[in-house]
Protein backbone atom coordinates (compact mmCIF):
# COMPACT_ATOMS: atom_id res chain seq x y z
CA UNK A 1 0.00 0.00 0.00
CA UNK A 2 2.64 2.49 0.89
CA UNK A 3 4.54 1.64 -1.58
CA UNK A 4 1.66 2.33 -4.41
CA UNK A 5 0.83 5.33 -2.47
CA UNK A 6 4.52 6.96 -2.80
CA UNK A 7 4.47 5.76 -6.83
CA UNK A 8 1.27 7.83 -7.27
CA UNK A 9 2.60 11.04 -5.51
CA UNK A 10 5.57 10.79 -7.79
CA UNK A 11 7.82 9.96 -5.05
CA UNK A 12 10.29 7.13 -7.04
CA UNK A 13 11.86 9.84 -8.75
CA UNK A 14 12.08 12.51 -5.97
CA UNK A 15 14.59 12.21 -3.32
CA UNK A 16 13.64 11.12 0.28
CA UNK A 17 13.30 14.32 1.92
CA UNK A 18 11.68 15.74 -0.78
CA UNK A 19 8.96 13.67 -0.83
CA UNK A 20 5.41 14.33 -0.12
CA UNK A 21 3.99 13.60 3.41
CA UNK A 22 0.30 12.03 2.60
CA UNK A 23 -2.21 14.18 4.35
CA UNK A 24 -4.14 12.28 5.74
CA UNK A 25 -1.94 9.75 7.04
CA UNK A 26 -1.80 6.98 4.39
CA UNK A 27 -3.53 9.04 1.91
CA UNK A 28 -2.43 8.52 -1.91
CA UNK A 29 -4.22 10.04 -4.61
CA UNK A 30 -6.97 8.70 -6.26
CA UNK A 31 -8.41 6.35 -3.55
CA UNK A 32 -11.79 6.30 -3.52
CA UNK A 33 -12.31 6.03 0.36
CA UNK A 34 -10.44 7.45 3.42
CA UNK A 35 -9.22 4.76 5.99
CA UNK A 36 -11.55 6.87 8.29
CA UNK A 37 -14.83 6.56 5.95
CA UNK A 38 -14.00 2.50 5.87
CA UNK A 39 -14.08 1.93 9.54
CA UNK A 40 -16.88 4.29 9.78
CA UNK A 41 -18.99 2.87 7.40
CA UNK A 42 -17.83 -0.87 8.40
CA UNK A 43 -18.70 -0.04 11.96
CA UNK A 44 -21.96 1.21 10.96
CA UNK A 45 -22.90 -1.80 9.48
CA UNK A 46 -21.50 -3.99 11.99
CA UNK A 47 -23.31 -2.24 14.45
CA UNK A 48 -26.35 -2.27 11.99
CA UNK A 49 -26.54 -6.28 11.54
CA UNK A 50 -26.39 -6.97 15.48
CA UNK A 51 -29.42 -4.39 15.94
CA UNK A 52 -31.46 -6.61 13.04
CA UNK A 53 -29.93 -9.63 14.89
CA UNK A 54 -31.67 -8.58 18.05
CA UNK A 55 -35.03 -6.29 16.50
CA UNK A 56 -35.63 -8.69 13.30
CA UNK A 57 -36.68 -12.18 15.42
CA UNK A 58 -38.40 -9.87 18.17
CA UNK A 59 -40.82 -8.26 15.40
CA UNK A 60 -41.35 -11.66 13.86
CA UNK A 61 -41.99 -13.14 16.89
CA UNK A 62 -44.78 -10.57 17.50
CA UNK A 63 -46.36 -10.89 14.06
CA UNK A 64 -45.85 -14.31 13.34
CA UNK A 65 -49.65 -15.05 14.42
CA UNK A 66 -50.77 -13.42 11.31
CA UNK A 67 -49.09 -16.00 9.11
CA UNK A 68 -49.66 -18.97 11.28
CA UNK A 69 -53.32 -21.26 10.63
CA UNK A 70 -54.48 -22.85 13.46
CA UNK A 71 -56.32 -26.77 13.20
CA UNK A 72 -59.63 -26.91 11.48
CA UNK A 73 -62.15 -27.61 14.45
CA UNK A 74 -65.87 -29.41 13.93
CA UNK A 75 -67.65 -30.01 16.70
CA UNK A 76 -71.44 -31.88 16.41
CA UNK A 77 -73.79 -30.11 17.54
CA UNK A 78 -76.92 -32.12 17.35
CA UNK A 79 -78.65 -35.22 15.27
CA UNK A 80 -79.72 -34.19 11.51
CA UNK A 81 -83.36 -34.54 12.92
CA UNK A 82 -83.01 -31.67 14.61
CA UNK A 83 -82.78 -29.33 11.91
CA UNK A 84 -85.85 -28.05 9.43
CA UNK A 85 -85.81 -25.97 6.34
CA UNK A 86 -88.32 -23.23 7.67
CA UNK A 87 -86.51 -21.95 11.10
CA UNK A 88 -83.38 -21.71 12.44
CA UNK A 89 -81.97 -23.57 15.64
CA UNK A 90 -79.60 -21.93 18.15
CA UNK A 91 -76.44 -23.88 18.71
CA UNK A 92 -72.88 -22.59 20.76
CA UNK A 93 -69.95 -24.77 20.47
CA UNK A 94 -66.25 -23.58 20.57
CA UNK A 95 -64.75 -21.76 18.34
CA UNK A 96 -61.41 -21.09 20.04
CA UNK A 97 -60.09 -23.18 22.63
CA UNK A 98 -57.78 -22.24 25.62
CA UNK A 99 -60.23 -19.60 27.29
CA UNK A 100 -63.18 -20.83 28.67
CA UNK A 101 -66.61 -19.85 27.74
CA UNK A 102 -65.22 -16.59 26.10
CA UNK A 103 -63.92 -18.60 23.14
CA UNK A 104 -67.44 -20.22 22.59
CA UNK A 105 -69.83 -18.58 19.54
CA UNK A 106 -73.35 -19.05 18.89
CA UNK A 107 -74.74 -20.13 15.33
CA UNK A 108 -77.63 -20.73 13.99
CA UNK A 109 -78.57 -24.02 11.93
CA UNK A 110 -81.40 -25.32 9.36
CA UNK A 111 -81.90 -27.33 6.47
CA UNK A 112 -81.04 -26.14 3.43
CA UNK A 113 -84.09 -25.21 1.44
CA UNK A 114 -85.11 -25.69 -2.34
CA UNK A 115 -87.23 -22.44 -2.06
CA UNK A 116 -84.01 -20.71 -1.88
CA UNK A 117 -82.46 -22.13 -4.87
CA UNK A 118 -79.87 -24.07 -1.99
CA UNK A 119 -78.38 -27.63 -2.52
CA UNK A 120 -80.14 -30.25 -0.85
CA UNK A 121 -79.15 -32.36 1.73
CA UNK A 122 -77.03 -29.97 3.45
CA UNK A 123 -77.26 -27.69 6.43
CA UNK A 124 -76.75 -24.10 6.86
CA UNK A 125 -75.03 -22.91 9.74
CA UNK A 126 -75.15 -18.77 9.70
CA UNK A 127 -72.58 -16.77 12.46
CA UNK A 128 -74.58 -14.80 14.99
CA UNK A 129 -71.68 -12.09 14.74
CA UNK A 130 -72.62 -9.01 13.27
CA UNK A 131 -70.61 -8.17 10.10
CA UNK A 132 -70.97 -4.29 10.93
CA UNK A 133 -68.85 -4.58 14.51
CA UNK A 134 -69.19 -7.82 15.94
CA UNK A 135 -72.00 -7.67 18.07
CA UNK A 136 -73.82 -10.72 18.67
CA UNK A 137 -77.29 -10.40 16.41
CA UNK A 138 -80.36 -12.89 17.42
CA UNK A 139 -82.98 -14.11 15.01
CA UNK A 140 -86.23 -12.84 15.12
CA UNK A 141 -88.45 -15.78 14.59
CA UNK A 142 -91.87 -13.39 14.15
CA UNK A 143 -90.13 -11.13 11.47
CA UNK A 144 -87.89 -13.80 9.91
CA UNK A 145 -84.74 -11.47 10.27
CA UNK A 146 -81.64 -11.66 12.28
CA UNK A 147 -81.58 -8.15 14.41
CA UNK A 148 -78.42 -6.59 15.93
CA UNK A 149 -79.07 -4.85 19.21
CA UNK A 150 -75.78 -2.30 18.86
CA UNK A 151 -76.97 -0.31 15.74
CA UNK A 152 -80.04 -1.49 14.24
CA UNK A 153 -78.54 -3.82 11.25
CA UNK A 154 -81.08 -6.54 9.88
CA UNK A 155 -80.59 -9.37 8.02
CA UNK A 156 -82.91 -11.12 6.03
CA UNK A 157 -83.54 -15.02 6.37
CA UNK A 158 -80.47 -16.00 4.66
CA UNK A 159 -78.52 -13.52 6.67
CA UNK A 160 -78.09 -11.11 3.58
CA UNK A 161 -78.33 -7.34 4.63
CA UNK A 162 -81.62 -5.28 4.50
CA UNK A 163 -81.13 -2.95 6.43
CA UNK A 164 -78.68 -1.01 9.09
CA UNK A 165 -74.87 -0.46 8.45
CA UNK A 166 -73.38 -3.69 8.18
CA UNK A 167 -71.51 -3.86 4.99
CA UNK A 168 -71.98 -7.94 3.71
CA UNK A 169 -74.12 -10.57 4.64
CA UNK A 170 -74.07 -12.83 7.89
CA UNK A 171 -71.08 -14.73 7.77
CA UNK A 172 -71.55 -18.75 7.78
CA UNK A 173 -69.57 -21.30 9.47
CA UNK A 174 -69.05 -25.11 6.87
CA UNK A 175 -71.21 -28.06 7.74
CA UNK A 176 -70.96 -31.59 7.50
CA UNK A 177 -73.21 -34.87 8.73
CA UNK A 178 -70.78 -37.67 10.35
CA UNK A 179 -72.78 -40.76 12.01
CA UNK A 180 -76.06 -38.66 11.75
CA UNK A 181 -74.64 -36.01 13.82
CA UNK A 182 -74.60 -32.12 12.48
CA UNK A 183 -70.70 -30.59 12.81
CA UNK A 184 -70.36 -26.72 11.73
CA UNK A 185 -66.42 -26.29 11.59
CA UNK A 186 -64.48 -23.01 10.14
CA UNK A 187 -66.10 -19.73 9.40
CA UNK A 188 -66.65 -18.21 5.95
CA UNK A 189 -67.82 -15.36 4.91
CA UNK A 190 -69.74 -14.37 1.43
CA UNK A 191 -70.34 -11.95 -0.71
CA UNK A 192 -73.76 -10.19 -1.59
CA UNK A 193 -73.97 -12.73 -3.84
CA UNK A 194 -73.71 -15.50 -0.75
CA UNK A 195 -70.36 -16.99 -2.95
CA UNK A 196 -68.43 -18.06 -0.25
CA UNK A 197 -65.25 -16.23 0.53
CA UNK A 198 -62.41 -16.45 3.26
CA UNK A 199 -63.88 -15.46 6.23
CA UNK A 200 -63.37 -11.39 6.85
CA UNK A 201 -63.47 -9.84 10.18
CA UNK A 202 -66.54 -7.68 10.31
CA UNK A 203 -66.71 -4.31 8.87
CA UNK A 204 -65.04 -5.61 5.92
CA UNK A 205 -66.90 -5.64 2.24
CA UNK A 206 -66.38 -8.71 0.73
CA UNK A 207 -66.97 -9.29 -3.37
CA UNK A 208 -65.13 -7.15 -6.41
CA UNK A 209 -62.68 -4.85 -5.80
CA UNK A 210 -63.05 -5.18 -2.24
CA UNK A 211 -61.42 -9.01 -2.19
CA UNK A 212 -57.90 -5.98 -2.73
CA UNK A 213 -58.73 -3.91 -0.26
CA UNK A 214 -59.32 -6.17 2.42
CA UNK A 215 -57.17 -8.96 1.27
CA UNK A 216 -57.74 -12.06 2.69
CA UNK A 217 -55.90 -13.50 5.95
CA UNK A 218 -53.66 -16.13 5.69
CA UNK A 219 -55.00 -17.33 8.78
CA UNK A 220 -58.23 -17.79 7.67
CA UNK A 221 -59.25 -21.31 6.13
CA UNK A 222 -60.20 -21.21 2.46
CA UNK A 223 -64.07 -21.18 1.67
CA UNK A 224 -65.64 -24.19 0.96
CA UNK B 1 -44.54 45.40 34.25
CA UNK B 2 -44.22 45.14 37.93
CA UNK B 3 -40.28 43.75 39.15
CA UNK B 4 -40.55 40.95 41.98
CA UNK B 5 -37.35 40.74 43.82
CA UNK B 6 -35.14 37.56 42.59
CA UNK B 7 -35.66 34.40 44.11
CA UNK B 8 -32.64 33.86 46.75
CA UNK B 9 -30.95 30.32 45.87
CA UNK B 10 -29.76 28.91 48.69
CA UNK B 11 -26.29 28.57 48.85
CA UNK B 12 -26.08 25.24 49.26
CA UNK B 13 -27.45 23.89 46.24
CA UNK B 14 -24.92 26.05 44.18
CA UNK B 15 -21.61 24.06 43.76
CA UNK B 16 -18.98 25.72 45.67
CA UNK B 17 -17.04 25.96 42.36
CA UNK B 18 -19.50 28.36 41.40
CA UNK B 19 -20.10 30.31 44.78
CA UNK B 20 -19.54 33.59 44.90
CA UNK B 21 -16.56 33.94 46.92
CA UNK B 22 -17.60 35.67 50.48
CA UNK B 23 -16.98 39.72 50.77
CA UNK B 24 -13.85 40.64 53.29
CA UNK B 25 -15.00 41.11 56.42
CA UNK B 26 -19.10 39.67 55.83
CA UNK B 27 -20.00 36.35 57.09
CA UNK B 28 -18.76 33.63 54.94
CA UNK B 29 -19.26 30.31 54.80
CA UNK B 30 -20.87 28.41 57.85
CA UNK B 31 -17.96 27.25 58.78
CA UNK B 32 -15.90 30.41 58.48
CA UNK B 33 -18.22 32.19 60.76
CA UNK B 34 -18.13 30.24 63.65
CA UNK B 35 -15.60 32.05 65.75
CA UNK B 36 -17.32 35.50 66.65
CA UNK B 37 -19.92 33.24 68.04
CA UNK B 38 -17.56 31.19 70.23
CA UNK B 39 -15.84 34.84 71.08
CA UNK B 40 -18.56 36.32 72.51
CA UNK B 41 -19.97 33.27 74.37
CA UNK B 42 -18.06 29.99 74.41
CA UNK B 43 -19.65 28.51 77.14
CA UNK B 44 -23.13 28.04 75.34
CA UNK B 45 -21.57 25.79 72.71
CA UNK B 46 -21.95 22.34 74.74
CA UNK B 47 -21.67 18.90 72.83
CA UNK B 48 -25.34 19.22 72.34
CA UNK B 49 -25.11 22.24 70.34
CA UNK B 50 -22.19 20.54 67.71
CA UNK B 51 -24.00 17.89 67.42
CA UNK B 52 -27.50 20.35 66.42
CA UNK B 53 -25.40 22.11 63.91
CA UNK B 54 -23.54 19.35 62.35
CA UNK B 55 -27.10 17.91 62.36
CA UNK B 56 -28.55 21.26 60.84
CA UNK B 57 -25.73 20.86 58.26
CA UNK B 58 -25.68 17.51 57.22
CA UNK B 59 -28.44 17.54 54.95
CA UNK B 60 -26.82 20.37 53.44
CA UNK B 61 -23.45 19.02 52.99
CA UNK B 62 -24.78 15.51 51.43
CA UNK B 63 -26.40 17.69 49.10
CA UNK B 64 -23.19 19.35 48.05
CA UNK B 65 -21.80 16.05 48.15
CA UNK B 66 -24.06 14.55 45.38
CA UNK B 67 -24.11 18.09 43.71
CA UNK B 68 -20.26 18.27 43.28
CA UNK B 69 -20.93 15.06 41.24
CA UNK B 70 -23.83 15.72 39.53
CA UNK B 71 -23.53 19.04 38.35
CA UNK B 72 -27.37 19.48 38.51
CA UNK B 73 -28.12 22.38 40.74
CA UNK B 74 -27.09 24.49 37.72
CA UNK B 75 -29.75 22.67 35.59
CA UNK B 76 -31.99 22.68 37.97
CA UNK B 77 -31.87 26.12 38.90
CA UNK B 78 -32.43 27.39 35.53
CA UNK B 79 -35.57 24.90 34.91
CA UNK B 80 -37.38 26.13 38.24
CA UNK B 81 -36.38 29.78 38.28
CA UNK B 82 -36.88 30.33 34.53
CA UNK B 83 -38.77 32.99 33.16
CA UNK B 84 -42.65 32.73 32.11
CA UNK B 85 -44.28 35.33 29.75
CA UNK B 86 -46.72 37.62 31.70
CA UNK B 87 -50.64 36.32 31.71
CA UNK B 88 -49.64 33.12 32.37
CA UNK B 89 -52.57 31.43 33.98
CA UNK B 90 -54.30 28.13 35.42
CA UNK B 91 -54.79 26.68 31.84
CA UNK B 92 -51.21 26.35 31.68
CA UNK B 93 -51.09 23.61 34.51
CA UNK B 94 -53.15 21.45 32.48
CA UNK B 95 -49.76 19.77 31.04
CA UNK B 96 -48.74 19.29 34.93
CA UNK B 97 -52.11 17.83 35.65
CA UNK B 98 -51.84 14.86 32.86
CA UNK B 99 -48.50 14.14 34.25
CA UNK B 100 -49.51 13.85 37.41
CA UNK B 101 -52.46 11.59 36.01
CA UNK B 102 -49.39 9.26 34.45
CA UNK B 103 -47.90 9.18 37.54
CA UNK B 104 -50.69 8.15 39.48
CA UNK B 105 -51.58 5.61 36.21
CA UNK B 106 -48.09 4.36 36.71
CA UNK B 107 -47.99 3.93 40.48
CA UNK B 108 -51.42 1.96 40.99
CA UNK B 109 -50.39 -0.47 38.00
CA UNK B 110 -47.11 -1.41 39.43
CA UNK B 111 -49.50 -1.88 42.75
CA UNK B 112 -52.60 -3.76 40.28
CA UNK B 113 -49.46 -6.11 38.37
CA UNK B 114 -48.94 -7.17 42.00
CA UNK B 115 -52.38 -9.08 42.09
CA UNK B 116 -53.43 -9.39 38.62
CA UNK B 117 -53.30 -12.55 36.38
CA UNK B 118 -53.00 -12.10 32.72
CA UNK B 119 -54.44 -15.20 31.89
CA UNK B 120 -57.68 -16.01 30.55
CA UNK B 121 -59.49 -18.16 32.78
CA UNK B 122 -58.30 -16.32 35.58
CA UNK B 123 -57.81 -12.52 34.70
CA UNK B 124 -61.63 -12.16 35.86
CA UNK B 125 -61.40 -13.53 39.05
CA UNK B 126 -57.89 -12.33 39.99
CA UNK B 127 -59.89 -8.70 39.26
CA UNK B 128 -62.67 -9.82 41.72
CA UNK B 129 -59.85 -10.64 44.01
CA UNK B 130 -58.43 -7.24 44.17
CA UNK B 131 -61.40 -5.67 44.36
CA UNK B 132 -63.02 -7.80 47.03
CA UNK B 133 -59.69 -9.65 49.34
CA UNK B 134 -57.02 -7.34 48.67
CA UNK B 135 -57.02 -4.82 51.68
CA UNK B 136 -57.50 -0.63 49.49
CA UNK B 137 -57.71 -3.18 46.70
CA UNK B 138 -60.77 -1.53 45.26
CA UNK B 139 -59.82 1.70 46.01
CA UNK B 140 -56.00 1.07 44.12
CA UNK B 141 -58.09 -0.41 41.27
CA UNK B 142 -60.66 2.46 41.01
CA UNK B 143 -57.94 4.83 40.86
CA UNK B 144 -56.44 2.93 37.98
CA UNK B 145 -59.58 2.67 36.65
CA UNK B 146 -60.69 6.45 36.48
CA UNK B 147 -57.53 8.08 36.25
CA UNK B 148 -57.62 6.50 32.90
CA UNK B 149 -60.65 8.52 31.80
CA UNK B 150 -59.37 11.53 33.58
CA UNK B 151 -56.39 10.98 32.19
CA UNK B 152 -57.44 10.89 28.90
CA UNK B 153 -59.40 14.01 29.16
CA UNK B 154 -56.89 16.03 30.86
CA UNK B 155 -54.97 15.17 27.78
CA UNK B 156 -57.58 16.97 25.51
CA UNK B 157 -58.11 20.16 27.65
CA UNK B 158 -54.56 20.33 26.97
CA UNK B 159 -54.60 19.69 23.38
CA UNK B 160 -57.02 22.40 23.58
CA UNK B 161 -55.63 24.70 25.54
CA UNK B 162 -52.12 24.44 23.60
CA UNK B 163 -54.65 24.98 20.36
CA UNK B 164 -56.86 27.92 21.30
CA UNK B 165 -53.69 29.74 22.51
CA UNK B 166 -51.76 29.02 19.17
CA UNK B 167 -49.59 27.52 21.13
CA UNK B 168 -47.98 24.95 18.29
CA UNK B 169 -46.96 27.85 16.45
CA UNK B 170 -43.44 28.01 15.12
CA UNK B 171 -40.79 26.96 16.86
CA UNK B 172 -43.08 24.74 19.03
CA UNK B 173 -43.98 22.65 16.55
CA UNK B 174 -42.15 19.40 16.53
CA UNK B 175 -43.77 19.62 20.75
CA UNK B 176 -47.28 19.42 19.26
CA UNK B 177 -46.25 16.76 16.89
CA UNK B 178 -44.58 14.41 19.73
CA UNK B 179 -48.03 15.71 21.92
CA UNK B 180 -50.07 14.23 19.31
CA UNK B 181 -47.69 11.15 19.27
CA UNK B 182 -48.58 11.26 22.98
CA UNK B 183 -52.25 11.28 22.86
CA UNK B 184 -52.44 7.93 20.50
CA UNK B 185 -49.91 6.47 22.82
CA UNK B 186 -52.72 7.23 25.93
CA UNK B 187 -55.42 5.66 23.46
CA UNK B 188 -53.65 2.93 23.03
CA UNK B 189 -53.17 2.28 26.72
CA UNK B 190 -56.90 3.25 27.40
CA UNK B 191 -58.00 0.91 24.52
CA UNK B 192 -55.70 -2.12 25.53
CA UNK B 193 -56.35 -1.75 29.38
CA UNK B 194 -60.15 -1.96 29.03
CA UNK B 195 -59.30 -5.94 28.26
CA UNK B 196 -57.20 -6.62 30.87
CA UNK B 197 -60.64 -7.45 33.37
CA UNK B 198 -61.89 -9.88 30.67
CA UNK B 199 -65.25 -9.25 31.81
CA UNK B 200 -68.70 -9.18 29.23
CA UNK B 201 -67.39 -5.45 28.77
CA UNK B 202 -63.93 -6.01 28.00
CA UNK B 203 -64.29 -8.58 25.71
CA UNK B 204 -66.99 -6.98 23.21
CA UNK B 205 -65.74 -3.65 23.79
CA UNK B 206 -62.28 -5.38 22.29
CA UNK B 207 -63.58 -6.94 19.65
CA UNK B 208 -65.64 -3.93 18.42
CA UNK B 209 -62.17 -1.84 19.02
CA UNK B 210 -60.90 -4.45 16.93
CA UNK B 211 -62.90 -4.59 13.95
CA UNK B 212 -63.00 -0.86 13.53
CA UNK B 213 -59.02 -1.61 13.31
CA UNK B 214 -59.62 -4.10 10.57
CA UNK B 215 -61.77 -1.42 8.60
CA UNK B 216 -58.64 0.13 7.54
CA UNK B 217 -57.91 -0.95 3.82
CA UNK B 218 -55.25 -3.50 3.13
CA UNK B 219 -53.83 -3.23 6.17
CA UNK B 220 -56.35 -3.39 8.33
CA UNK B 221 -57.19 -7.12 8.38
CA UNK B 222 -53.48 -7.77 8.68
CA UNK B 223 -53.67 -5.21 11.94
CA UNK B 224 -56.86 -7.03 13.35
CA UNK B 225 -54.80 -10.48 13.28
CA UNK B 226 -51.53 -8.52 14.74
CA UNK B 227 -53.91 -7.22 17.82
CA UNK B 228 -55.68 -10.27 18.41
CA UNK B 229 -52.58 -12.88 17.54
CA UNK B 230 -54.74 -14.51 15.48
CA UNK B 231 -58.24 -14.84 13.50
CA UNK B 232 -59.67 -14.45 16.65
CA UNK B 233 -60.05 -13.20 20.00
CA UNK B 234 -58.55 -15.84 22.49
CA UNK B 235 -55.83 -16.39 25.57
CA UNK B 236 -52.71 -15.08 23.48
CA UNK B 237 -54.83 -11.74 22.69
CA UNK B 238 -54.87 -11.08 26.11
CA UNK B 239 -51.34 -11.25 26.98
CA UNK B 240 -50.56 -9.25 24.05
CA UNK B 241 -52.74 -6.63 25.16
CA UNK B 242 -51.10 -6.77 28.34
CA UNK B 243 -47.65 -6.87 27.62
CA UNK B 244 -48.26 -3.37 25.17
CA UNK B 245 -50.28 -1.99 28.27
CA UNK B 246 -47.81 -2.87 30.93
CA UNK B 247 -43.96 -2.81 28.91
CA UNK B 248 -44.10 -1.13 25.41
CA UNK B 249 -46.34 1.86 25.75
CA UNK B 250 -45.24 3.06 28.91
CA UNK B 251 -41.65 3.05 28.09
CA UNK B 252 -42.71 5.08 24.81
CA UNK B 253 -44.51 7.66 26.71
CA UNK B 254 -42.15 8.00 29.64
CA UNK B 255 -39.40 8.55 26.73
CA UNK B 256 -41.73 10.82 25.00
CA UNK B 257 -42.79 12.96 28.21
CA UNK B 258 -39.03 13.25 28.56
CA UNK B 259 -39.05 14.84 24.92
CA UNK B 260 -41.97 16.80 25.20
CA UNK B 261 -40.89 18.45 28.90
CA UNK B 262 -37.40 18.93 27.48
CA UNK B 263 -38.72 20.94 24.43
CA UNK B 264 -40.90 23.47 27.13
CA UNK B 265 -37.96 24.20 29.02
CA UNK B 266 -35.99 24.49 26.20
CA UNK B 267 -38.50 26.94 24.17
CA UNK B 268 -40.44 28.54 26.68
CA UNK B 269 -44.19 28.74 26.98
CA UNK B 270 -46.29 31.53 24.69
CA UNK B 271 -48.28 34.00 26.31
CA UNK B 272 -52.18 33.87 26.46
CA UNK B 273 -53.17 35.47 22.74
CA UNK B 274 -54.86 38.32 24.95
CA UNK B 275 -51.65 39.89 26.58
CA UNK B 276 -50.21 42.60 24.08
CA UNK B 277 -46.82 43.00 23.24
CA UNK B 278 -44.95 45.58 25.07
CA UNK B 279 -43.57 47.71 22.53
CA UNK B 280 -40.81 50.55 23.28
CA UNK B 281 -42.56 53.55 22.88
CA UNK B 282 -40.28 55.90 20.43
CA UNK B 283 -40.64 58.95 18.36
CA UNK B 284 -42.16 57.48 14.82
CA UNK B 285 -41.00 58.95 11.62
CA UNK B 286 -42.80 61.98 10.15
CA UNK B 287 -43.91 59.97 7.55
CA UNK B 288 -46.24 57.79 9.58
CA UNK B 289 -47.00 60.71 11.41
CA UNK B 290 -48.06 62.28 8.29
CA UNK B 291 -50.06 58.90 6.81
CA UNK B 292 -51.72 58.51 10.25
CA UNK B 293 -52.84 61.94 10.19
CA UNK B 294 -54.84 60.90 7.31
CA UNK B 295 -56.83 58.59 9.42
CA UNK B 296 -57.65 59.21 13.14
CA UNK B 297 -54.03 60.08 13.70
CA UNK B 298 -53.06 57.50 15.81
CA UNK B 299 -49.76 55.80 15.05
CA UNK B 300 -48.20 52.49 15.54
CA UNK B 301 -48.34 51.39 18.68
CA UNK B 302 -51.01 53.41 19.78
CA UNK B 303 -54.13 51.38 18.58
CA UNK B 304 -57.91 51.96 19.02
CA UNK B 305 -59.24 49.25 21.80
CA UNK B 306 -60.17 46.34 19.89
CA UNK B 307 -57.52 46.63 16.81
CA UNK B 308 -56.28 43.57 15.48
CA UNK B 309 -53.47 42.57 17.36
CA UNK B 310 -50.85 41.07 15.21
CA UNK B 311 -49.35 37.48 16.23
CA UNK B 312 -45.64 38.78 16.56
CA UNK B 313 -46.33 39.84 20.14
CA UNK B 314 -46.57 36.14 21.48
CA UNK B 315 -43.28 34.77 21.32
CA UNK B 316 -41.17 33.12 24.10
CA UNK B 317 -40.63 35.20 26.93
Known amino acids: MADDANKVNGADEAPIKERVKPDPPGYFEGESMTRRHVFTVASQALGGLAAAGIVLPAVGFAVAPIFHRGKERWEGVGPVSDFVEDTYRQVVFTETEGIGDAGKTTAYVRKSSADLEEEPGKFVAVSNRCVHLGCPVRFVEAAGNFICPCHGGVYDFQGKRIGGPPVRPLDQFQTRVTKGQVEVGPRYSVTSQMEPVRARDPGEFTGGIWEYLYPPRPSTFPPP | ?317
Not at chain 2, 16 to 41: F, W
Not at chain 2, 87 to 96: C, E, I, K, M, P
Request: glycine share 12%; charged share 15%.
Open chain 2, 1 to 317: MPSFPKPKIPDAVIPPPLRKPAKPGSAGTPKGQAPSDLKESPERRSAGDKLLEVGKEAPIDALGWVDQRLAASGFLTGMLFRKVPKGTNWFYTLGSATLFAFIVQAITGVFLAMFYVPSATQAYSSIAHINNEVPFGQLVHGMHKWGASVMVILVFLHMGRTFFFGAYKYPRELNWVIGVVLLILTMTMAFTGYLLPFDQRSFWASIVGININGTGPVVGPYLSDFLRAGPELGATTLARFYAIHMLLVPGAIIALIGAHMYLVVKLGTTAPPWVKAERPKVAAPVSQLEAGANGNGRVNGDRAPGAPVDGEGNGAA
